[in-house]
């Protein structure tokens, strides 16, 4: 049984930085694509960011390049979201998802994969994120 318990959201000012922690139990973690995404009152779901099995690749949304970084500690099971110079309109709900691997199958995700949020199975109750002006 895979879980994803997120954690490190919170009220923060404009300018601000918050760390989301996601913390993956379950199953290999180190096989374990893993996705940020956000939900704001009344918006659909978007990409944030993500990044590679073994934490060589991220990819970003445009809206939060330069300000946000993904990382991944597999020896620790959890990947993190270092949010910084945060922005009213960064305020939602995050949540953290996981695509797992199956042993013997490396079957190959480009970019637009990683973005999608239907390619992933495994999702996280989500953390609240709020920004103030």
Do not use: H
Request: glycine share 12%; aromatic share 14%.
């Amino acid at each position: 049984q895979v879980q994803l318990v997120e954690s490190g959201g919170g009220l923060v000012e404009a300018g601000g930085s918050l760390r989301l922690s996601c913390a993956a139990s379950g199953r290999n973690f180190g096989s374990a694509r893993m996705g940020w995404f956000r939900q704001a009152p009344g918006k659909e779901r978007e990409f944030v960011a993500a990044i590679t099995w073994s934490g060589g690749i991220t990819y970003y949304v445009d809206s939060v390049k330069g300000r946000f970084t993904i990382s991944r500690d597999n020896a620790k099971n959890t990947v993190y979201l270092q949010m910084n110079s945060l922005k009213p309109e960064d305020t939602a709900v995050y949540y953290c998802a996981a695509n797992y691997r199956s042993p013997g199958n490396y079957d190959y995700w480009g970019q637009a994969d990683y973005r999608s949020s239907g390619k992933y199975d495994y999702w996280g109750q989500g953390t609240q994120v709020t920004v103030s002006s």
